[in-house]
């Protein structure tokens, strides 16, 4: 990652989103690695895996859930290195596949990328945080995904997150499945992604999304 304003501004929403979740979450024992070991188990859950029921690979959804897993990275990273050392480890990824016979896209061998997401897993208990940012640089890039990616993507999941931080997600009065347009549930992920692609990416990105965000939520809560 080579963008060192994208990289700070991450490092920074990230901070204020685990603040927003408890002021002191440095000092706290939060196991960050189980969150993101776990994180990684729901992406692998968007692949055919199953062999007694059909399954299609849903690479929307793994793209969110790889975006989850970098939260709890980065935040596990913050505690160990702390924010200076965050950033060195962020600026040291590539910013682009690495062009050898070893890389691969997902959808060239479903197969040898799922090994791969379960190599991060288990190197969530047994690997140093440069090994696990590599192994994640990796599935990411192998979805067919860039940096430029990972700072769009990550607005909108953080925004998400303190969304329902603010709306009782800790509390357990958040209402996770919203009303669509078409009057069917869907999960607030979803929502989000449809409301963002809706959105010009401007100066005014974050504030549209949040107001979008909140005026469509409303409708769900008064359904109910």
Known sequence: MNNKAHAESINELQDKLNCLIHPEWIKQDFDFRAAAMLEMCEAYESTPWKWWKAVNLDKQNMEVELVDT?????SSTIIEFGKEGSLAILLSLPEEHPVTKSFFYIDDDIKTYQQ????????????????????????WLALGKTWDDITYTYLIKNILNIF???????????????IGADGKRYEDNVMAWEIAE????????????????TS??????QAI
């Open 70 to 74: 970098f939260h709890f990275l980065l």
């Open 116 to 139: 791969e997401m379960k190599h991060f897993i288990a190197a969530t208990i047994t690997s140093g945080m440069k090994d696990l940012w590599d192994r994640w640089s990796f599935l």
């Open 164 to 178: 329902r931080q603010e709306n009782g997600y800790k509390e357990g009065t958040y209402i996770k499945d919203w």
């Open 198 to 213: 809706s959105l010009p990416f401007d100066a005014g990105f974050e504030y549209n999304l949040k107001e979008t965000l």
């Open 216 to 221: 469509t939520y409303l409708v769900t809560k």
